[in-house]
Every structure is written in structure tokens, then in C-alpha cells.
């Protein structure tokens, strides 16, 4: 992680921060403030502790990642050189504001659909931002949320792309079973009800529904608990899911429920950072 962040400054100050460099006495040392603008739950506060430790700032941490803060909180207290806390405030305070919106909108999310089922995971997709993957899934875990896969080795799922190359559902889970190791799940993307049982049958461990009105899905977990096959699979539900028809999607007797809209429709939660004094 350290490594990403270090890059990420170096792309933003390009040569030097000129006005810095204009203005500031390299050894002038200062207390920085950063504070909440708005509600919302926090995120991003250990990456920013590792991101200050690096440039050898001290910080003080009075919230903490997961928790809920409001309009004025005081989140963290910075000293060190005027310099260094200048050059990586926009760095910082854009990843905690973008992973606090995730962990907002995810603990939102997850509230309203566990009204309906008590059970029910709110996982996030692989609908992130390249390089920036990492701080998007940690946000939603600390929102609550699942992280889902992380990358193409964390589980073989199977798609609706690979289904049309090999041009069968119970041919495409013998192929995956036979070439993964015994210690990965294997996840078959459906579009229909038939293809959803035939991928329970074939022995998938995790089904997902994908595109499917909530009706449609309702009908499929009646149909697999008919056939005995309900609890073989893990049931999975997305595409067009969000937060105003998640109570629905819910109510219908799925396990999971993931939303590419929790990483890719969240609002930053406005954070800034305040020099208060010069020591």
C-alpha cells in the first residue's frame, strides 16, 4: 500500500510544489486539523496514519475508521513540517473523503436491507476504479459491506461470456472444478431460471442472478428448495440493484446482494484540513 500512496504524491507534485517551495520555510513546523464537513462514516484514517508516518509527521487520531462522524468533527490532529503536511493534503484528504462516501453509502445500503432479511450481505463488485481497487473494497468492508473478489485468482467465476465461448452451463463448472484447486469456490453467472438450477446441479457453489426482477428470483429460490438444492449454493443477486429497490431484492430469500452503485455512485464526504498553529 505504501508503495501506491508514495506514487500517487509523486504524480501529484510533479518536480516541486512551487508555491510551497515560494512561501514556506522548509523547517517551519505546524498543527494541522482535519475536520468533517458534512455526516457520514469515516474511512480512510489508518491510510492516512501510514501515509503522515512516511513523511515522519505526528498525528493524532480522534476518530477512527468506522466511525460515524457529523458537520464539525475534529478527525485528526497533524504536526510536523509545513512542507510535507502541504505537499500530501490533497492526496490524503481525496482518499478519505472518496473512501468515506463508499463506507457511507455501503452502511446505508446495508441498513436499509437488513429490514427485510436479517442475513443478507450488501458485496461489492469489481466495478472499481484502477488503482485505486484496494481503498474501494477497504472502505466498503469497513462500511459493512463485503468485499467480494479482489482479483481474478480470489475465485473462478464463471461469466456469461465464458458460458457462450463453451456453450454450456454444466460443461463450463466440469471444466473450472477440474483445473482449480479444491480450496476455491466456483461461482456461475445465470440468466435464467434453468440455467440457475443446472448450475446448482452441476455442483457451482455460488449462484449469481444476474439482471433478474425480484420476481423472477423469488421463483428460482422456490424452485431450488423444491428440487433440495436451496442449501448446496450460495444465492447471489445483482445487476440494476440500488438503494431505492434494495428492500425488494432483500425480501427475496437471497444470500448476497452486490451493487457495482456502491463503489461507482458514491458521493466523497466533504473532509479539510485546517494549519492552526505554527510551532
Given at each position: ?176 472444478r477440474e483445473h482449480v484447486s479444491f480450496t476455491k469456490k466456483v461461482e456461475v453467472e445465470v440468466e435464467s431460471p434453468e440455467d440457475a438450477v443446472t448450475a446448482a446441479e452441476a455442483g457451482a457453489d455460488i449462484v449469481l442472478l444476474d439482471?433478474?426482477?425480484?420476481e423472477v428470483i423469488e421463483h428460482i429460490v422456490g424452485e431450488l428448495k423444491r428440487r433440495g438444492l436451496r442449501d448446496r449454493v450460495i444465492l447471489e443477486a445483482s445487476g440494476g440493484i440500488k438503494p431505492e429497490n434494495i428492500d425488494r ?31
Amino acid at each position: 500500500m505504501i508503495d501506491v500512496i508514495r506514487e500517487m504524491i509523486r504524480e501529484d507534485v510533479g518536480f516541486e510544489d512551487i508555491t510551497t517551495d515560494a512561501l514556506i520555510d522548509r523547517d517551519m513546523t505546524v498543527k494541522a486539523d482535519v475536520i468533517s464537513r458534512e455526516e457520514g462514516v469515516l474511512a480512510g484514517v489508518d491510510v492516512a496514519e501510514v501515509m503522515v508516518l512516511d513523511f515522519g509527521i505526528e498525528i493524532i487520531k480522534w476518530k477512527h475508521d468506522g466511525d460515524t462522524i457529523k458537520e464539525g468533527d475534529r478527525i485528526l490532529t497533524l504536526e510536523g513540517r509545513a512542507y510535507d503536511i502541504l505537499k500530501i493534503e490533497r492526496t490524503m484528504l481525496n482518499l478519505m473523503m472518496r473512501m468515506s462516501g463508499i463506507a457511507t453509502l455501503t452502511a446505508r445500503v446495508l441498513s436499509r436491507a437488513r429490514r427485510y432479511s436479517g442475513k443478507v450481505r450488501i458485496a461489492a463488485t469489481r466495478k472499481t476504479t484502477p488503482g485505486l481497487q484496494w481503498f474501494e473494497k477497504q472502505a466498503v468492508k469497513i462500511g459493512g459491506g463485503d468485499t467480494h473478489r479482489f482479483r481474478l485468482d480470489d475465485c473462478a467465476m464463471i461469466k456469461d461470456n465464458h458460458i457462450a465461448i463453451v456453450g454450456d452451463v454444466e460443461e463450463a463448472v466440469k471444466r473450472v472444478r477440474e483445473h482449480v484447486s479444491f480450496t476455491k469456490k466456483v461461482e456461475v453467472e445465470v440468466e435464467s431460471p434453468e440455467d440457475a438450477v443446472t448450475a446448482a446441479e452441476a455442483g457451482a457453489d455460488i449462484v449469481l442472478l444476474d439482471n433478474m426482477s425480484p420476481e423472477v428470483i423469488e421463483h428460482i429460490v422456490g424452485e431450488l428448495k423444491r428440487r433440495g438444492l436451496r442449501d448446496r449454493v450460495i444465492l447471489e443477486a445483482s445487476g440494476g440493484i440500488k438503494p431505492e429497490n434494495i428492500d425488494r431484492y432483500a425480501s427475496t430469500g437471497v444470500d448476497v446482494i452486490s451493487m457495482g452503485f456502491i463503489t461507482n455512485s458514491a458521493q466523497p464526504v466533504d473532509l479539510s484540513l485546517e494549519i492552526r498553529a505554527s510551532t
